[in-house]
């Protein structure tokens, strides 16, 4: 038994083979009085798949992609606005600043943080 | 490789998964030449929204509303990309340049076609009149209203492969998977006792003959997957004609098989404008692109790659496939660009959670040499499903997973 390679080759070993396997990796920490921690974490990791159910999982994914949208389009922005302005070899003239806030794109922008802090206030 | 100040013009033409996949990735690689504005990522598609495509099969079974499985294309995509919505009519591929509906050409120095594939029942006698399908949002909400009413009968399942050989249809899984969700749907509405579901596969399944699954280890635990469930199972129908009176579906080996409800994976083909393009080899006017299966190019053309559903390739026509096939396009035109030759290689691998019934999944993963290896379906793989479908998708689609 002792010539089980460790390499991974056991992926088709007898089950006896396997279940000598796995109790020599865990006698260091029965060994230890460390493997409570373990079978608790299990046990932990078990009570969150009974919790869970479709519907709780399908909030979080929502919440998961809400979240990860906005960071997205906010870091996408940032470093867009960032390497446009690096390119510039002086910085915005007062007029060049007026003629961005001109565009239709800079006014959304304007308009989305005006009605971000409109929201904000509502809930106040 | 490029010398000269023009700018390189990178031309995705379909805002589906890998067309998305292909135009995030390519900004975040070439990145360095975007900001100098040596380079330029453009992508246009004849839809300003962009569909969750498995989700027509949850809602065959009433499990996800059409306000659910779709996002703005452009909330999908990076803002360096020049997006625009307008279909492309002709391909002119000496001339390097696509004509739209719109009236417009675009030039083009790197191209990719991501145009995905449609269902095409109409290619089988009466199957369009009397087959139900969930490969789009209609016909899947189409097939929830009969599912969801029948109350005795029989459900006919029927799969056609492509007549080109060894090219499997779209998403090879879900046949089984809408089968196993039937059956846990009509449990749950209390009438299985009375439905009858008889799953056939043809007798001609890429390179397998006379199976129930294109991959031989798959194949073999559906017998016992099905009879647990008394799903009845039958191999060699190959759908050939269907009568819409008399509710007939008849198969090109002679059989005859009466049905209520006719659930088929109806015969898919690339989209017009890829068909009269003329490149592709494909038999039965089907259009698949001949593609090389390690750079992704599409053979006889330069410059031109092809990505997801509209490949000539074996392996799946899934979005599991696009995922691994969109970071080795992204790596070829930045090789060719940088330095002239494309050396990424797709080893043809594919991966997914299965559907296994309602509340069970499967993760599966399996490339050109290696095929699925089964494992037992489990609720924590259907949960990790379902985040999949609710949220990580998003998530993949804009290049961040
Ligand atoms: C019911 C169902 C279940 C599925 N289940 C799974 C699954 O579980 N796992 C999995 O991995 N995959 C699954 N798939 C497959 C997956 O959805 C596809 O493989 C994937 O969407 C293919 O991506 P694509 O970019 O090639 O094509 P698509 O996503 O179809 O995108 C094509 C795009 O091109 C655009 N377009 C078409 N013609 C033109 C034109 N002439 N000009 C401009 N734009 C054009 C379209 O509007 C569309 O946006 C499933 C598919 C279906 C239908």
Known sequence: MDAIPSDGAQAGATPDLAIHEIVQKLQPLLDSGRLDNLIDLLSIASDIVDLLDCAMVEKLATLFEQTTSVSWELGNAVRMAKSQTQALEHPDSLYGLLTLLREPDTRRGVGLILRTLNVIGRQL | ?401
């Open chain 2, 1 to 401: 490789m490029h010398g000269g100040s023009a700018v390189i013009r990178i031309m995705i033409v379909g805002g589906g998964l890998g067309g998305t996949m292909v135009a995030n990735q390519l900004v975040a690689k070439l990145y360095p030449e975007i900001v100098r504005a040596k380079v330029k990522v453009s992508l246009l598609s004849n839809s300003a929204e962009h569909f969750y495509k498995p989700a027509f099969m949850y809602v065959a079974f009433n499990q996800f509303f059409e306000e659910e499985l779709k996002r703005s294309e452009r909330s999908l995509l990076r803002p360096e990309i020049d997006f625009q919505v307008d279909e492309v009519t002709r391909f002119d591929f000496p001339g390097q340049t696509l004509h739209t509906r719109s009236g417009q050409r675009h030039g083009y120095d790197y191209l990719v076609i991501a145009t995905g594939c449609v269902p095409a029942p109409e290619r089988i006698e009466g199957l369009k009149e009397a087959g139900d399908h969930f490969y789009q949002y209609e016909p899947a909400r189409q097939l929830a209203q009969r599912l969801g009413t029948i109350k005795r009968g029989r459900i006919f399942i029927t799969v056609s492969f492509p007549q080109t050989p060894n090219v499997p249809h779209q998403c090879g899984i879900a046949p089984v998977e809408t089968t196993l969700m039937l059956d846990d749907f009509l449990r749950r509405r209390g009438v299985r006792d009375k439905v009858e579901i008889v799953y056939t596969y043809p007798t001609t399944a890429q390179l397998m003959r006379n199976c129930l699954f294109l991959q031989r280890p798959t194949g073999e635990i559906l017998p016992g997957l099905f009879e647990q469930r008394g799903i009845h199972f039958q191999r060699g129908f190959t759908l050939d004609k269907v009568d819409p009176d008399q509710r007939i579906a008849y198969s090109a080996e002679g059989d005859a098989q009466p049905f209520d409800i006719l659930m088929a994976t109806p015969p898919i083909r690339a989209v017009d404008v890829v068909i009269a393009s003329g490149v592709s080899q494909a038999q039965g006017n089907e259009g698949w692109l001949p593609t090389h299966h390690e750079t992704l190019q599409v053979y006889g053309l330069e410059n031109v790659y092809v990505i997801g559903d509209t490949v000539d390739l074996p392996v799946s026509k899934a979005g599991g496939a696009c995922h691994n096939q969109a970071p080795v396009i992204a790596n070829n035109i930045a090789g060719e660009i940088r330095h002239g030759s494309a050396d990424a290689i797709y080893d043809g691998r594919v991966q997914a959670v299965a559907q296994m019934g309602l509340n069970a999944g499967m993760p599966l993963w399996y490339d050109y040499t290696h095929d699925v290896l089964p494992t037992p379906p489990n609720k924590l793989a259907g949960l990790l499903r379902n985040g999949f479908n609710r949220g990580l998708y998003w998530a993949v689609a804009r290049g961040m997973l």
